[in-house]
Structures are given as C-alpha cells and as structure tokens.
C-alpha cells in the first residue's frame, strides 16, 4: 500500500513538472530559428494596366477582352486577360446597338485605365470580284483547282492569292484527266462564285528541238564550270531557255583538269537531247590594265561634279578601250590616302584644288580637280552682240551748231578775200 501511494506521489509531480518544464525551456525573449529568418525575396507590385481604344460595327458584340492589352508588374512580367480576368473590374456600358464612344474602365490591385469603344458603322469588306479562267488540259496529267483560280479582289482593294484563300474556298465539279472532254467546275468563295472549263485533250508535247553549245579556250590554271560552253536549249514551241533555266536538270559529264594543258570533251544532256563540247585548257595571254588615263579639270564653284568628268579610258593589254560605263561599277575613286570616297572630298562650293586617286585592277592614277571662282554670268535681258552705238541726248543739236559756226566761218573769210582783191 506504501508504495503504491509512492508511485501515485511520483506521477502527480511529474505532470506538475512537465508544463512548468517546458514553460522555462520557451524563454520569451528567444526567437524562432525559422522566425529570424529575413524574406529578402523582393515585393511584385502592379505597375500599371495597358488598355487600347477599339472601333466596332453598329450591332455587333462587345468584349471587355477587345479593349484589354495586360497587366504590367514591377518585375517587368506582363498578365493577359486569361490570367487577371476572374479579378479585373470592368466598369461602363457598351450599347452596340447606338452609335456613340462608351467609356471603360479596368481596375486591378488599385491600378486604373480607360479605354474607349467606338460603336459606329463600318465598312464591311466584302469580295469584289472571283476571277477564274478556263484550261486546256495534257491528256493524264495530274490537275487541280489552282490552275484554273486568277485572284479574289476585296472591296477595300486588297487581292487576295490561292494560297490565301484555298482553306476556304470550296471547289466542286469532277475532272477526269484520263477521258477527253470540258468538265465544268465551280468556284465558291464567301457566296460569290464563278464557274470554269477545263478541256482535258491531247495537245502538243512541248519537247526540246535544239540544244546549243559552244567550244572554249580556258586559261590553264583558272575555275570552269559547264555554264562556260553553254548557250541556250531551244523547245519547239520556240522558247529559248538559259543557263539557270536548265541547270537543275541538265546532265553535264566529263572532266576538265584546269591544271594540265589538253583538249577535254564535255557532254550535255538535256531531256535526251545531247550535245558534245570542247573546252581547251592552255596557257593563254593574260589581259591586264595597260593604261589607266584620266585628266585634271577647272569647275566654277558651285558647279556639279562627278568622277566621269575626270575619266579618259581604261586601255587593255589586247588593245581594247574601255569606257567610265564599263569600268564604273570597279573602280575606286578616293582621296589620295584612300581613306574618304571623292564624292565625300570634293566640295565645288569652296574654291581649292582636290587630288583624287583612281585605281582599277593593279593601276593607280591622280587627277586634279580645280574648283575657281563662279564666273560673272551676263545679264540675259542685256545684247552684247551688234550693239549699235546711238548718238546721246543733245549729242545731234551740238553737231548741228558746230556745222553752222563753221559755213559763217568760211563765208566771212570768203567775203573779207573778195573785197580785198576788189580793191588791188
């Protein structure tokens, strides 16, 4: 019994102890770990809200997602409709039945914005025109609707491609490209449509009738390649077709070693048409610049200038002259350090002598480009070219006295003679 009251004893102050136990391990002036833990993740914040004013058609309905763009946070991120819109507060009213402009406003998170919707009648585009065209079409060849469509042309006068419209334009009509015969098909696009022909018959092959090459020359040691000996391929519907035209399905073989001097035979097929070339590899004369010449020149100021107005010719070693048009697009005309182009150097608004350099190929010249003062230009309004010289005012009258003075002169002195040989 004694000790059954001794273990009853022990549990009592146990639980005495317990809370009294962990009351003093809480000291009121410690901190949680967790709790002294500082949030230095910065604070996102709504930086502003993005609308735009938007028109619509008398009638039709409104969205506040229309006039909406995002929400712009002060981390830079931007929100679209999708992801605010549950919490946007959209205030006003769009009537689309009454034209006028309805104002909106948006608030999110104490940020606010006004957008305004315009409620008016709009022009409505519509298809002006389907154009289509009928076909003759090679018996057993593959068909399909592009090849009958031209363009759909707007009402706002936009046209529009197959490729544009070949989702929803709907084509119907059966063309059997095995049988002979003008199948109908119609062309649907937005309501409007238009119907065309195509003649499925034997027509004319259209096949090569000549294929044109030519025997070369070729410098030992320089590239070749087939276009060299190449001319044109002729059909027989008269076209004429080029290198580019045919090079994805020419068939070149033969080999040209640009490195050993000898005769190499090329071949060219062109859909089974075939033709044989000659390219010659050799040592051939090298044609270099002989002469580049070019001239000094005197412009009044303010004259216009050009690099042709200094250029003579260019003079080959094969005794061909070139002219400012054949050698324009390479040569290179600069200040004599080469650090500025003439056109950027010569300044015929201020009087001075320019030197500009021309080099093309492996050929530098200097010409001089003088710029002296603007010669005095004659007055259009004034003839200096047979000018009659007219006597001035009163010039006339003193002619006149002076030819008077001088008959009394002459008849007095002939009197006074007169009467002194009267009286000897």
Do not use: C
């Not at 759909?152 to 936009?158: E, K």
């Not at 989702?167 to 649907?188: A, L, M, R, T």
């Not at 003075?405 to 009286?423: A, P, Q």
């Amino acid at each position: 019994m004694k000790r059954t009251k001794n273990i009853l004893a022990a549990v009592v102050l146990l639980a005495f102890l317990l809370p009294v136990s962990s009351f003093a391990t809480s000291d009121p002036g410690e901190v949680n770990t967790d709790q002294r833990q500082e949030d230095t993740s910065p604070t996102v914040s709504v930086k502003s809200i993005s609308v735009k004013d938007t028109n619509i058609p008398v009638g039709e309905k409104w969205q506040p997602s229309s006039s909406f763009n995002y929400v712009e946070l002060s981390d830079g991120k931007k929100l679209e409709w999708n992801a605010v819109a549950n919490e946007v507060n959209v205030n006003g009213n769009v009537d689309t039945a009454i034209p006028g402009i309805y104002k909106i406003t948006y608030t999110y998170a104490g940020q606010q914005a006004t957008a305004n919707v315009t409620v008016k009648e709009m022009e409505v585009i519509k298809v002006q025109e389907l154009s289509i065209k009928n076909t003759d079409h090679q018996l057993g060849n593959k068909w399909d609707a592009s090849q009958n469509f031209n363009y759909v042309m707007l009402s706002n006068g936009v046209k529009l491609s197959w490729n544009e419209v070949a989702k929803d334009i709907k084509v119907s009509g059966n063309v059997d490209i095995e049988k002979p015969g003008v199948y109908k098909v119609i062309y649907d696009y937005q309501g409007v449509k238009k119907e065309a022909n195509v003649t499925v018959k034997e027509m004319e092959v259209i096949k090569v009738q000549e294929l044109s090459v030519k025997d070369t020359n070729h410098q030992l040691g320089i590239k070749w390649d087939a276009s060299q000996n190449f001319n044109y391929v002729m059909l027989t519907n008269g076209i004429k077709l080029t290198w580019n035209e045919v090079a994805k399905d020419i068939k070149v073989t033969g080999n040209v070693d640009v490195e050993k001097p000898g005769v190499y035979k090329v071949t060219y097929d062109y859909q089974g048409v075939k033709k044989e070339a000659n390219v010659t590899v050799k040592e051939m004369e090298v044609i270099k610049v002989q002469e580049l010449s070019v001239k000094n020149i005197t412009l009044a100021i303010g004259a216009k200038w050009d690099a042709s107005q200094n250029f003579n010719y260019v003079m080959l070693t094969n005794g061909i002259k070139l002219s400012w048009n054949e050698v324009k697009d390479n040569m290179s005309v600069t200040t004599e350090d080469g650090k500025l182009k003439a056109e950027e150097f010569v300044d015929t608004n201020k009087a001075g002598e320019y030197k500009i350099k021309y080099t093309y190929e492996d050929q530098s010249v200097t010409a001089i480009v003088k710029v002296g003062e603007q010669a005095v230009k004659p007055n259009p309004n004034t003839n200096t070219t047979n000018k009659k010289i007219l006597p001035q005012t009163g010039e006339g009258q003193n002619t006149m006295y002076l030819l008077v003075g001088i008959t009394i002169v002459l008849i007095v002195l002939g009197t006074m003679i007169f009467k002194r040989r009267k009286r000897v």
